[in-house]
Antibody, heavy 122, light 107 residues
């Protein structure tokens, strides 16, 4: 059974760094073709893809967040991480991690975590 | 970036009715398209991948079709548990992008 669970600080102040953890089970990020992505959703709004990390440590970022994002993984402990630097109120959202399934050269978000709400407020 | 335009933004339908939701990509995405269902207060769940492949465990009343830039999600015989917001997403090119969503309600 595949499960993912996000954890984060809940609330933080503008200009701080947001650190998120995705703890998963039922798969390994060391398996060929496996990946984990991060997606966020402001309350009542749409979904925004943030970053992906792959089994071979390949990484992709949404350029709209420029150089603020860093994605990483700890394969031994079945975790993936996302850091967002210099947050402001526009980063207030529910943050999801999701397992990426692959078939050939195509991939999609097959399993999602429950999400963690992050509020940026002074 | 590839822009994904969903229509309609909201939709009201009766139980048992057939519903169609459209997704238009700003360029050819070669069927690299997924559909997700998000119920109120819950995380998105995968329904369809590669434009027309049904995810394991998803009821067969859901189907996807399309190619090139035009795609659609069809729900046959609408059930009360289908009340949700539906999102399309392309994964042909980075950055991966989502449609704005279609909110489906019961009439």
């Amino acid at each position: 059974q595949v499960t993912l669970k996000e954890s984060g600080p809940g609330i933080l102040q503008p200009s701080q760094t947001l650190s998120l953890t995705c703890t998963f089970s039922g798969f390994s990020l060391s398996t060929y073709g496996m990946g984990v992505g991060w997606i966020r959703q402001p309350s009542g709004k749409g979904l925004e893809w943030l970053a992906n990390i792959w089994w071979d440590d390949d990484k992709y970022y949404n350029p709209s967040l420029k150089n603020r994002l860093t994605i990483s993984k700890d394969t031994s402990n079945n975790q993936a991480f996302l850091k967002i630097t210099n947050v402001d109120t526009a980063d207030t959202a529910t943050y999801y991690c999701a397992r990426i399934d692959t078939m050939g050269i195509t991939s999609w978000f097959a399993y999602w975590g429950q999400g963690t709400l992050v509020t940026v407020s002074s | 970036d590839i822009r994904m335009t969903q229509s309609p933004a909201s939709l009201s339908a009766s139980l048992g009715e057939t519903v169609n939701i459209e997704c238009l990509a700003s360029e050819d995405i070669y069927s690299d398209l997924a559909w997700y269902q998000q119920k109120p207060g819950k995380s998105p769940q995968l329904l369809i991948y590669n434009a027309n492949s049904l995810q394991n465990g998803v009821p067969s009343r859901f189907s996807g079709s399309g190619s090139g830039t035009q795609y659609s999600l069809k729900i046959n015989s609408l059930q009360s548990e289908d009340v949700a917001t539906y999102f399309c997403q392309q994964y042909n090119n980075y950055p991966w992008t989502f449609g704005g969503g279609t909110k489906l309600e019961l009439k």
